[in-house]
């Protein structure tokens, strides 16, 4: 009896939930899932109740990442991608992150990219496994809603003067070939930038990142740019630096206010004059956290020793006196 009892009382709360979900608003029926990264939402949708199986139609994560692709680009990831993009009905798309070989399918990515934009993304990565995609210049101009920019392996086309990208808070470019100007004019255009990451990037010669206006940019990483000769930093704002790479001329505006600073240099045949580690380590000398190679440091603790040596001496000389 015990036994019987229990079973109907299972099947009971069962009944209850099963009639609770299906009263509930189509609207909100089709939210549920939306929110999940578009493989988890069809997954999950179609071991649950009919109503919700056509719910990830309305998703908001279009994340299409490495393991995505490499499960699937045997299989016709292509044609996965533009079939869950033609069936589509939902209003948003606030992220799309891609992993892909864009030989042969630019026609394709371009499309994805307008359906995107229509749908008002917020966060957008393109990671493509070899050079052959230009972003040009109309997709920037119509990022309007865009905060999150990363760009890896593809040639950019930005406009002189832009007209999308005014809410951009983080920017990564990975493996790209970028100019002066082109900082120049993100820095400059983007006043909600918070965070940029350069990496491999090449032909890059001299980069002034200039951000006096800029009253949200913190955080700076560059990794591996190897024909950069000479950064020059003005930005009241900016509280981290992360370097890594060759030996280089940094010059920091003072009054700048440097939080943490990491240079990791790599080795390299050409000598390191003293004086040149003398002008980065004064250029430092504020940063409350400093990690670095051990020539930095033994001059940043020498010129330390010397300035305490120095005021001794001047305070034994005037004692004397």
């Known amino acids: 009896m015990d036994n019987s009892e229990n079973q109907n009382q299972l099947l009971e709360e069962k009944k209850t939930k099963s009639d609770s979900s299906n ?57 996965i991608v533009d079939h869950l993009f033609n069936c589509h009905k939902g209003n948003e798309i606030k992220t799309f992150q891609l992993h892909i070989d864009p ?59 832009p007209i999308g990208l005014q809410f951009l808070q983080t920017l990564s470019l990975c493996n790209i070939h970028v100019s002066e100007n082109m900082i120049d004019m993100l820095i400059g255009h983007c006043k909600m930038l918070n965070s940029v990451d350069l990496i491999c990037c090449f032909t890059i ?21 190897r024909d950069l000769e000479n950064i020059e930093i003005n930005s009241p704002t900016l509280r981290s630096i992360f370097y890594h790479g060759k030996f280089l001329t940094i010059r920091i505006v003072q009054g700048m206010q ?40 033994e001059v940043y603790i020498f010129i330390l020793l010397w300035s305490v040596f120095s005021s001794l001496l001047f305070y034994l000389i005037l004692y004397k006196l």
């Open 103 to 161: 030989i042969g399918i630019e026609g394709l990515i371009n499309r994805w990219l307008q359906i995107c934009i229509q749908k008002d993304i917020e966060d957008l990565e393109l990671h493509l496994y070899r050079f052959g995609f230009t972003v040009e210049f109309c997709v920037f101009n119509t990022l309007h809603k865009l905060k999150t920019l990363k760009l890896i392996q593809c040639v950019i086309q930005l406009p002189e003067v």
């Open 205 to 225: 010669k001299k980069l002034n990142l200039i951000a006096r206006e800029n009253k949200h940019f913190e955080k700076l990483r560059i990794i591996g740019c």
């Open 258 to 297: 440097l939080y943490e600073a990491l240079f990791q240099f790599t080795p390299s045949k050409n000598y390191m004059w003293c004086a040149e580690l003398e002008a980065l380590v004064k250029e430092l000398y504020h940063v409350s956290i400093l990690t670095t190679t051990p020539q930095l440091i």
């Open 23 to 79: 009263n509930l608003p189509e609207d909100i029926v089709q939210s549920i899932f939306t929110f999940l990264p578009i493989k988890n939402a069809i997954v999950t949708a179609s071991t649950v109740s009919r109503r919700y199986k056509r719910s990830w139609r309305h998703n908001r994560k279009f994340l299409f990442g490495r393991d995505f692709y490499l499960q699937y680009r045997l299989l016709g990831m292509t044609s």
